[in-house]
């Protein structure tokens, strides 16, 4: 059974129609001691069956070290959104997920998946413009909760 | 905001599930954005107010 109502599986397949670009989701995970690893991946299901645009692959964290390293992954679930050019080659969007995507941060992930595929970026072109001249690595991270 | 440039990585964390960050970073109320391991942006504000609170530090005047 489906976690998204019919309706919704109807408004995102919408959504992700408008997606140009092929977007990866690799899925981190552990097969012990993460509680909320299966939920995640049950989540994430529900994506590549809305869009062919949509594929997710799945990493072991302890197993792929180098791949969570290479991510910038240090704990479990993770979610890395990878976008694939035109040519396939893949290029990190260095967004990451750390958790169980459910409540809102289903519809961050939802934003993030349409931003990367293309949709377009909400950034007015000054804010684009200041965040682009940004030359020394900065790490955001945004505390949310399950709401 | 990491969409737009590579030298940005941007995480979402799940703060419930993940204590130890919530603790490391003082995260008492939500949402909560901490710009490397020090600058606070406290809710959700307006891009334009968000955008210069989170790179305030990293963009020169001309």
């Known amino acids: 059974m489906s976690l998204i109502s019919t309706a919704d599986q109807q408004k995102l397949r919408?959504?992700?129609?408008?997606?140009?670009?092929?977007?990866?989701?690799?899925?981190?995970?552990?097969?012990?001691?993460?509680?909320?690893?299966?939920?995640?991946?049950?989540?994430?299901?529900?994506?590549?069956?809305?869009?062919?645009?949509i594929a997710i692959e799945e990493l072991n964290f302890v197993l792929e070290g180098d791949k969570a390293a290479q991510y910038g992954i240090d704990r479990v679930p993770a979610i890395a959104i990878v976008g694939l050019d035109d040519s396939g080659v893949e290029q990190d969007s260095k967004i990451?997920?750390?958790?169980?995507?459910?409540?809102?941060?289903?519809?961050?992930?939802?934003?993030?998946?349409?931003?990367?595929?293309?949709?377009?970026?909400?950034?007015?072109?000054?804010?684009?413009?200041?965040?682009?001249?940004?030359?020394?690595?900065?790490?955001l991270r945004v505390f949310t909760t399950p709401t | 905001m990491a969409f737009a440039n590579p030298n940005i990585t941007a995480y979402a964390v799940e703060?419930?599930?993940?204590?130890?960050?919530?603790?490391?970073?003082q995260v008492s109320a939500v949402p909560k954005t901490v710009v490397n391991e020090d600058v606070e942006i406290l809710?959700?504000?307006?891009?334009?107010?968000?955008?210069?609170?989170?790179?305030?530090q990293f963009t020169i005047e001309n």
Not at chain 1, 40 to 49: G, S
Not at chain 1, 113 to 131: F, H
Not at chain 2, 15 to 25: Q, S, V
């Open chain 1, 14 to 53: 919408e959504s992700f129609a408008e997606m140009t670009r092929s977007v990866r989701l690799l899925f981190f995970t552990q097969t012990i001691g993460c509680e909320t690893c299966p939920q995640t991946r049950q989540i994430l299901d529900e994506l590549p069956a809305l869009s062919d645009k």
């Open chain 2, 43 to 56: 809710g959700a504000l307006p891009q334009d107010a968000y955008v210069e609170q989170a790179l305030a």
């Open chain 1, 96 to 139: 990451r997920f750390l958790g169980t995507p459910a409540g809102y941060a289903f519809i961050s992930l939802v934003h993030a998946v349409l931003l990367v595929g293309g949709r377009g970026s909400s950034l007015s072109d000054p804010n684009r413009t200041r965040i682009a001249a940004v030359n020394t690595p900065v790490t």
């Open chain 2, 15 to 25: 703060a419930t599930e993940f204590p130890d960050l919530a603790r490391r970073y």
